[in-house]
């Protein structure tokens, strides 16, 4: 019975002396994931490892994003975070092969680590977690794990990027590099050299256009009748179209000089449009009339158009404000 006691005892101490043996270091668990995070970054975690790689004491930093990427999840924000930030593993693994930072990236699956999800009592996703050191010269005064916020959405790298550059002071912080896009210069290159091309091709048609003094003076003209008119109070004000009149139909027209309806600015455009026609006729393709007769019509026709037009505009500015003083015939 003493013998079987004296081996019991020795049995117990080699496997206490065992397990005490296999419990890694903080310094060994840096170099074992860091080596691992060399030929992948960020480390794809289980529940055991997650539990090794977070463990304290520890004298690095761990920074790891639970999420859940299989489809039957619905998880679009997983889906879409996830390449920023792979992104951001590998650029700041591969800026600082030397473990400068004494920073660790991984990355726990829903599948692969229910347990952890559960102790911590998570029921969403994605959730970044950054475990600061909790010994050496970096310790910080809180060894609890700071939570990254999701509520904006997926994040660019280089937004993660900044916050966890503040929570590593006086230590490098490398830079993201982003892959270049070899289709979107591709594209970019195409689409350039095609419209320089179209340019060229079409360059004898469009120049005499551009030297039209015919098409300068309609757009002068148009711009002058649209700004005139109120088009850009209109913007500004974000006025209606037209307004109900208070018995059933519609009005076109705003009472005052300050309130106006998008309806009445095109109609008093149009109205400067004929006065403006009226007024270059008379003053142009009447006078180059050969016959007589025909003159005289031409320039009666015209001028009776532009009494007619600026009567009915007296008209409308004495319907918005009845103040107003001026009128002629027929709309008196």
Known sequence: MRLLSVLSLALGGLSLASAVRSKKTSEERFQLYHGKALSSSPIKLGDSSYRELTATPRDYAVAVLLTAMESRYGCQMCREFQPEWELLARSWTSGDRKGESRVVFGTLDFGDGREVFMSLGLQTAPVLFFFPPTTGPHAAASPDAVRYDFTGGAQAAEVVHHWLSRHLPDRPHPPIKRPINWMRWISTFVMLSGALTASYVAWPYVLPIIQSRTVWAAVTLISILLFTSGHMFNHIRNVPY???????????????????????????????????????????????????????????????????????????????????????????
């Open 242 to 332: 037209v307004a109900g009149d208070g018995r059933g139909g519609i009005s076109y027209f705003a009472g005052g000089f300050q309130n106006q309806y998008g309806l009445e600015t095109q109609i008093v455009a149009a109205l400067y449009g004929i006065l403006t026609l009226s007024s270059i006729s008379l003053a142009v393709k009447v006078p180059r009339i050969g016959d007589p007769r025909y003159q005289g019509i031409a320039f009666v026709a015209w001028f009776g158009v532009m009494v007619l037009v600026y009567s009915l505009l007296l008209s409308i500015f004495r319907g918005k404000n009845p103040g107003y003083t001026f009128s002629l015939p027929p709309f008196m």
